[in-house]
Nanobody, 124 residues
Framework: QVQLMESGGGSVQAGGSLKLSCSASTPTYGTHTMGWFRQLPGKEREAVATISTYGSRQFYADSVKGRFTISRDTAKTLTLQMNSLKPEDTALYYC??????????????????WGQGTQVTVSS
């Protein structure tokens, strides 16, 4: 079971940037599909960006395309660079991992491993 820990959340004004990081307890490069999801109170957890096991393919939600970039290193770290942030990006952001090649468009139910979440707040 991979344990995940997010960092880098915080408060920023609209138009600003934040970088989220996720550190895994064991190497995930080449073995796990990884992703960033976000959730608002009372809402379902939605995929923001996901990345394939070797990082060659990425998926982005339409709402973040052109503003967010997901990347991973060759060991244990997953990042999400968030630029041009909008108030509607405010949410609790989670890092997730799934063993093997999960379809990048797959929803939260396909990911068995989750971090505790980090809050992102964007003010107008």
């Amino acid at each position: 079971q991979v344990q995940l820990m997010e960092s880098g959340g915080g408060s920023v004004q609209a138009g600003g940037s934040l970088k989220l990081s996720c550190s895994a307890s064991t190497p995930t490069y080449g073995t796990h599909t990884m992703g960033w999801f976000r959730q608002l109170p009372g809402k379902e957890r939605e995929a923001v960006a996901t990345i394939s096991t070797y990082g060659s393919r990425q998926f982005y939600a339409d709402s973040v395309k052109g503003r967010f970039t997901i990347s991973r290193d060759t060991a244990k770290t997953l990042t999400l660079q968030m630029n041009s942030l909008k108030p509607e990006d405010t949410a609790l952001y989670y890092c997730a991992a799934a063993p093997g090649g999960v379809p990048l468009e797959a929803g939260a139910g396909s990911y068995p491993n989750w971090g505790q979440g980090t809050q992102v707040t964007v003010s107008s």
